[in-house]
Nanobody, 120 residues
Framework: QVQLVESGGGLVQAGGSLRLSCAAS????????MGWYRQAPGKQRELVAT???????NYADSVKGRFTISRDSAKNTVYLQMNSLKPEDTAVYYC??????????????WGQGTQVTVSS
């Protein structure tokens, strides 16, 4: 089965940067849209950014101009470069992938999340 593993989270000062990585492993046949979502305590999970197979991207208004999503198809990895971080960016960040495996149909997968904490 497919597994998505996030890394790169941590504690950073406001104005700083972090780069999150999400590596997909398993019997992957194809990858459609991949994205990053986040959830802060007491809030709904929200879209941060997505990237499709042609590298068209979509961003939440709150992160436009500060975050950049990218992908390395050869490595089945998606990245989120986060610059000019703000305390309100503090959340658990989840990797999401719309994937198809060799022995099953296309479906949605989620990572376990990585904590990003931005201090003021």
């Amino acid at each position: 089965q497919v597994q998505l593993v996030e890394s790169g989270g941590g504690l950073v000062q406001a104005g700083g940067s972090l780069r999150l990585s999400c590596a997909a492993s398993g019997s992957i046949f194809s990858i459609n849209v991949m994205g990053w979502y986040r959830q802060a305590p007491g809030k709904q999970r929200e879209l941060v950014a997505t990237i499709n197979p042609t590298r068209r991207t979509n961003y939440a208004d709150s992160v436009k101009g500060r975050f950049t999503i990218s992908r390395d198809s050869a490595k089945n990895t998606v990245y989120l470069q986060m610059n000019s971080l703000k305390p309100e960016d503090t959340a658990v960040y989840y990797c999401n992938g719309d994937l198809q495996t060799y022995n099953s149909g296309r479906r949605d997968y989620w990572g376990q999340g990585t904590q990003v904490t931005v201090s003021s």
